[in-house]
């Protein structure tokens, strides 16, 4: 490989670490759309050979744009290609499969092969041939299988993102490994013009410069972290595996034994905090309510308040087997629970709209948030219907909170991501989290709280991910900065 290529891709990645796909372009346009991206800041750009003229288009571009950009071809399949590309004075030939013979040829020539592949096997077949920089496609919803295969990548190895990639996901890409992301239809498609493809590229990089990130401020490690309550500046939560409850103030966290497992917390409108043993309802400070009649093989999980304080907690079983999770209303803590709705798979993340006509859950088993038309006078729901599906998302839906907004934040277990969809369930964005497995969480002002767990994680990945089982903060402006703080336990009397 040629190490002025090589160095001039590295230097354009870490500049911005976007690949614009320029599939369609024609000659006539090219000089006018590459020159918007770069005005943008774009440093890296490919024309498909699948394009009209791509070979004098890419020609054009390299002898426009010289040593200021890495130009080059996107699917390229054979080794004459590969020898037409460097006539053209190109630096990327990236390609949809793995082809020895195509890696050999650029290399040979001194352009930057960039193989595609999805699995381990065909990564370390690129490897063997040569291959320093990786194509992983398709990436969307991908995000967990691109950090297991980063774990066992050489580091010096880099890896691009592309199919499906824009600023949704790519903040969770980048926490699973990836140095780059390829860009196509969200920036250029034929009849788009350059100022139009310029004022795109800006959005995209301000949506990426400007991400939330996760910041860790504390770590209890907890089996499962469950349901946060934020209370001025103290955060609550529970760990029904350990039977401990954490409160996180003024930079510390303290651990609270409880007697009995508590599977989710909720806030009432007197400021108690309500919570769900495994057949009733219960308080932090001691009230206990009457047995629930959940049926055989169940227990409650999460809970919420509805605007006059009614409590609506979700059953699951305990084998999770589909059709046996129900939700349970309660007037107050001490009031009996019925049940108001069955026939679910596991309720978790329950929230209210503001006006408490609607109830929405996710059902994690199905993978869908769905919304129950709500009467909380009569404590009764009506057919309800499904908001999301939450298609192309990696993990499962688990814990979730709602803006005053509409907007929902829902915590993907095993997708190490939270999930921000607008009220109709459309997917805004993906927020990464540096722990697999999260939980649930809880919204105050501009901050989102996030739990997350250790629970079923392997040795190896809890030496990748050493934040599971903590207290994540993450400022939706995109600010903040990493802290980390200690953990003391307190006994009750």
Not at 173 to 188: H, K
Not at 207 to 214: C, E, F, G, L, S
Not at 403 to 422: K, T
Request: proline share 7%; aromatic share 6%.
């Amino acid at each position: 490989m040629s190490d002025g290529a090589a160095a001039r891709l590295d230097a354009a990645l870490a500049e911005l670490p976007i690949v614009a796909i320029l599939r369609g372009l024609r000659a006539e346009e090219a000089v006018a759309v590459v020159d918007a991206l770069y005005d943008a800041g774009i440093r890296i750009a490919e024309v498909p050979l699948n394009s009209p003229d791509p070979f004098d288009t890419i020609a054009l571009l390299c002898r426009e744009f010289g040593d200021r950009m890495a130009i080059g071809a996107g699917t390229v399949t054979d080794p004459e290609q590969v020898r037409k590309l460097a006539a053209c004075g190109a630096t990327i030939c990236v390609s949809p499969n793995i082809d020895a013979a195509v890696i050999g040829e650029a290399l040979r020539l001194g352009l930057v092969p960039l193989p595609g592949c999805a699995t381990p096997s065909e990564a370390f077949a690129a490897l063997a041939a040569g291959g320093r920089h990786l194509k992983f496609f398709p990436a969307a919803g991908h995000e967990g299988d691109i950090a297991a295969l980063r774990t066992v990548l050489p580091k010096h190895v880099a890896v691009l993102a592309v199919g499906g990639v824009g600023p949704a996901n790519i903040p969770a890409l980048r926490e699973a490994g990836c140095s780059g992301f390829g860009i196509g239809s969200d920036l250029y498609k034929p009849g788009r013009s350059a100022e139009e493809v310029g004022a795109r590229a800006g959005a995209l990089i301000r949506a990426i410069r400007h991400a939330p990130r996760a910041r860790l401020i504390a770590n209890p490690q907890a089996i499962i972290g469950e349901s946060p309550v934020v209370q001025g500046d103290t955060v609550t939560w529970t760990d029904p595996v350990r039977r401990r409850v954490y409160r996180f103030a003024e930079g510390e966290v303290t651990e609270q034994p409880t007697e009995r497992s508590i599977f989710g917390l909720a806030e009432l409108p007197d400021s108690r905090i309500a919570g769900t043993l495994e057949s009733a309802f219960c308080t932090l400070d001691g009230t206990t309510g009457p047995q629930a009649e959940i049926g055989p093989g169940c227990r409650f999980n999460d809970l919420t308040v509805d605007p006059k304080g009614g409590l609506w907690g979700g059953t699951m079983h305990k084998a999770i087997l589909a059709g046996r999770g129900a939700i349970f209303h309660a007037a107050g803590p001490e009031a009996a629970p019925r049940r108001v709705a069955e026939g679910l798979g596991v309720p978790n993340g329950m929230a209210f709209s503001e006006d408490g006509r609607t109830l929405f859950v996710i059902d994690t088993l199905s993978r869908t948030l769905i919304a129950y038309p709500a009467d909380i006078d009569a404590g009764t729901l009506g057919e309800p219907v499904i908001v999301s599906d939450f298609m192309n998302l990696p993990g499962k839906p688990d814990g979730m909170t709602r803006a005053a907004d509409g907007r929902f934040f829902v915590a993907m277990w095993g997708g190490g991501c939270v999930a921000e969809l607008a009220p109709d369930g459309a997917m805004l964005r993906s927020i990464a989290v540096p722990a697999p497995n999260l939980s649930s969480a809880a919204l105050a002002g501009d901050t989102l709280y996030v739990t997350s767990s250790r629970m079923r994680l392997s040795p190896a990945q809890l030496e990748a991910f050493p934040a599971s089982g903590g207290l994540f903060a993450i400022d939706l402006t995109g600010g903040g900065s990493a802290r980390h703080t200690r953990s003391k336990e307190t006994r009750t009397e």
